[in-house]
């Protein structure tokens, strides 16, 4: 039986057993999309990406992490005009006393 692990939105790792379709390519967990960067020849990269990994760039348009890479190189005025969905990362305070 297939294994997940995922992320909740509180940032609890839990895993799953289940057939819950394919596996995101660049972790356990379960793809969400397909990255929809073109590649040429009306064709598009494909690669299975869960919500962590994807990154939106329209509506209904997500890219990879690398794709995502290089249309921000590419398109560095006009990303800043849309609305995107970004991922929540929080910064590291190594200086952190722990509450007890």
Known sequence: MPRYITK???????????????HCCDCADAADNLCDYPIGGDKTCD???????????????????????????ENKNFYPKIVIASKKKEPKNENKTPAF
């Open 8 to 22: 909740t939105k509180s940032g609890l790792t839990i895993s799953i057993r289940g057939d819950l379709g394919p």
């Open 47 to 73: 690669r299975l990406i869960c919500h962590e990994h994807s990154n939106t760039v329209a509506k209904n348009m997500h890219y990879c992490d690398a794709h995502h890479e290089i249309w921000l190189k």
